[in-house]
């Protein structure tokens, strides 16, 4: 059986995987938005 290691406080492997993840699919989100409107979403038209 492993021996798990006992993380460092604040910081999770799982939890900071989730969140890498997140933030890639937020920022294809966001490309995919521009994309879309054809300017940057801070640029007003």
Do not use: C, D, N
Not at 1 to 16: A, D, L, Q
Not at 25 to 35: N, P, Q, R
């Amino acid at each position: 059986m492993p021996v798990r290691r006992v993380p460092r406080f604040g910081f999770h492997t799982h939890i900071e995987r989730l969140h890498g993840r997140l933030a890639m699919l937020g920022f294809i989100a966001l490309v995919a938005v521009e994309w879309k409107l054809g300017h940057g979403l801070l640029i007003w038209p």
